[in-house]
């Protein structure tokens, strides 16, 4: 057992990246392991997750799910409630209202059994994900990144859009929520550029393309037949879009340039409003650490 870490080492080495994953899993997974280089337990989730979100398709089919792991390591309450603000859910019963005491001593000695029960079930759903959280120590942030990536690089954008969404309405950490405000700007700002840089290359390939329908059309045709390759090469290469539309005799370029352009004014609203949206985010996250913050509260009615 003790030589995990060597094979995990070896199958990395070899390009065997599902293996290589589910090895570290596998480590992670014993916390008697003592690693005989005296790599630390926060050094071997780091590089579990490098990985694993650099090579998110070899982990799937070795049968990582890495979504499940950093949900079930760092305590996900999405959906839940637990994020601190059932605090707020509490209605007074009428004995509250009244000024009397609601849950006296007798009633407490009457229904013992009852509440104790539950208290007992709600202090099992509460402590876990702390304990987790303490034993990830600062690596919460981090691995919440670190899935948003994993669906990134697998091509599932909408997933990691919700996962950085999922992340800043969990955690309660200022360094967790700017590390991951940060990677989500950063995706962002990343998809208008790419965006961008595919519009101006299609409008480059549309120039090029108008340029070759310039060609006198009287011409005699090539005895070689290469004329009839070369349009053959171009209608690979621009697609069937192109093809259909030198069939028919040229289009609207203008109709062609509409979905592009609204794919990029809407990657740009992304971008604003998730600016605009940092100051409450935060101030949910400070509220998040201390819900009866008076001066967090005022600044977010003003908010």
Same mark, same amino acid.
């Given at each position: 057992?003790?030589?995990?870490?060597?094979?995990?080492?070896?199958?990395?080495?070899?390009?065997?990246?599902?293996?290589?994953?589910?090895?570290?899993?596998?480590?992670?997974?014993?916390?008697?392991?003592?690693?005989?280089?005296?790599?630390?337990?926060? !050094?071997?989730?780091?590089?579990?997750?490098?990985? $694993?979100?650099?090579?998110?398709?070899?982990?799937?089919?070795?049968?990582?799910?890495?979504?499940?792991?950093?949900r079930? =390591?760092?305590?996900?309450?999405?959906?839940?409630?637990?994020?601190?603000?059932?605090?707020?859910?509490?209605?007074?019963?009428?004995?509250?209202?009244?000024?009397g005491?609601?849950?006296?001593?007798?009633?407490?000695?009457?229904?013992?059994?009852?509440?104790?029960?539950?208290?007992?079930?709600?202090?099992?759903?509460?402590?876990?994900?702390?304990?987790?959280?303490?034993n990830?120590?600062?690596?919460?942030?981090?691995?919440?990144?670190?899935?948003?990536?994993?669906?990134?690089?697998?091509?599932?954008?909408?997933?990691?859009?919700?996962?950085?969404?999922?992340?800043?309405?969990?955690?309660?950490?200022?360094?967790?929520?700017? /590390?991951?405000?940060?990677?989500?700007?950063?995706?962002?700002?990343? $998809?208008?550029?790419?965006?961008?840089?595919?519009?101006?290359? !299609?409008?480059?390939?549309?120039?090029?393309?108008?340029?070759?329908?310039?060609?006198?059309?009287?011409?005699?045709?090539?005895?070689s037949?290469?004329?009839?390759?070369?349009?053959?090469?171009?209608?690979?290469?621009l697609?069937?879009?192109?093809?259909?539309?030198?069939?028919?005799?040229?289009?609207?370029?203008?109709?062609?340039? =509409?979905?592009?352009?609204?794919?990029?004014? /809407?990657?740009?609203?992304?971008? !604003?409003?998730l600016?605009?949206?940092?100051?409450?985010?935060?101030?949910?996250? /400070?509220?998040?650490?201390?819900?009866?913050?008076?001066?967090?509260?005022?600044?977010?009615?003003?908010?």
């Open positions: 057992p003790s030589a995990r870490e060597l094979l995990a080492d070896l199958c990395l080495k070899y390009d065997r990246w599902g293996e290589g994953a589910a090895t570290l899993v596998s480590i992670l997974n014993d916390s008697a392991y003592l690693s005989p280089r005296g790599t630390t337990r926060h !050094e071997m989730w780091l590089r579990f997750a490098d990985v $694993v979100t650099e090579h998110p398709h070899e982990a799937r089919r070795a049968g990582v799910d890495f979504d499940a792991i950093v079930a =390591a760092v305590g996900s309450t999405s959906m839940s409630g637990t994020d601190g603000w059932d605090v707020f859910d509490h209605l007074p019963s009428k004995e509250e209202a009244g000024g005491v609601a849950g006296s001593v007798d009633d407490n000695v009457a229904g013992g059994s009852k509440d104790d029960g539950n208290d007992a079930t709600a202090a099992t759903t509460t402590t876990r994900p702390q304990s987790n959280l303490a990830l120590g600062e690596l919460e942030g981090t691995l919440w990144t670190k899935l948003a990536n994993y669906h990134i690089n697998s091509g599932e954008f909408e997933l990691a859009r919700s996962v950085y969404e999922e992340a800043m309405e969990n955690v309660s950490r200022v360094r967790d929520f700017s /590390l991951i405000f940060d990677e989500y700007m950063k995706f962002e700002e990343g $998809v208008v550029e790419a965006m961008m840089e595919l519009m101006e290359e !299609e409008d480059e390939d549309g120039e090029a393309v108008g340029d070759d329908r310039g060609v006198v059309a009287g011409d005699a045709p090539d005895p037949g290469r004329e009839g390759e070369d349009k053959e090469d171009l209608d690979i290469l697609g069937d879009a192109y093809a259909k539309d030198r069939n028919d005799g040229g289009g609207e370029g203008d109709e062609d340039d =509409a979905p592009a352009s609204a794919d990029i004014e /809407l990657a740009l609203a992304r971008a !604003e409003n600016t605009s949206r940092r100051p409450l985010l935060l101030n949910r996250v /400070l509220l998040r650490q201390n819900p009866h913050n008076v001066g967090e509260w005022t600044k977010r009615s003003t908010l």
